[in-house]
């Protein structure tokens, strides 16, 4: 069983065709969607979790990588510094993915990098700078 977390580039010939479902139906993958820019006529993205037999796994990527999708793995990192945190929550309401969360009842705030998509979004909203991007 293999589980990535990667990015599919797409230009804007494939913008409106069933890529993704393809990767479902004929390769028999489970995805997750975890972030997605597609506009009709435009380039797109989606940032997605791909999940699979190994070898239905690497088949569907060839099929990806063979009609001029760009396939690349979700790179870099957010790192969250504890100690600089102010707890104000600011980044949990900016975060797509929670990986940034409060717990209830002490209302802390926490990170699980498993979850993160690397979107960036906790960078802007960040008073005291307690997440960097590691590229």
């Not at 002490?106 to 909203?125: A, K, P, T, W, Y």
Request: hydrophobic share 40%; aromatic share 8%; net charge negative.
């Amino acid at each position: 069983m293999v589980k990535d977390k990667i990015v599919l580039r797409f230009s804007s010939q494939w913008v409106e065709q069933p890529v993704i479902y393809r990767l479902v139906k004929d390769f028999d993958l489970v995805v997750s969607i975890l972030k997605a820019d597609i506009n009709p006529h435009r380039e797109g993205f989606v940032v997605l979790e791909l999940s699979g037999d190994s070898e239905n796994y690497n088949r569907g990527l060839e099929f990806i990588k063979n009609i001029g999708v760009g396939v690349e793995p979700l790179s870099g990192s957010i790192v969250w510094h504890q100690e600089r945190c102010l707890q104000c929550g600011a980044c949990t309401t900016s975060c797509p993915a929670g990986a940034l969360y409060l717990t209830r009842p002490d209302m802390n705030v926490h990170f699980d990098g498993s979850r993160c998509i690397v979107c960036e979004s906790c960078l802007d909203v960040c008073m005291a700078r307690a997440v960097e991007a590691h590229f």
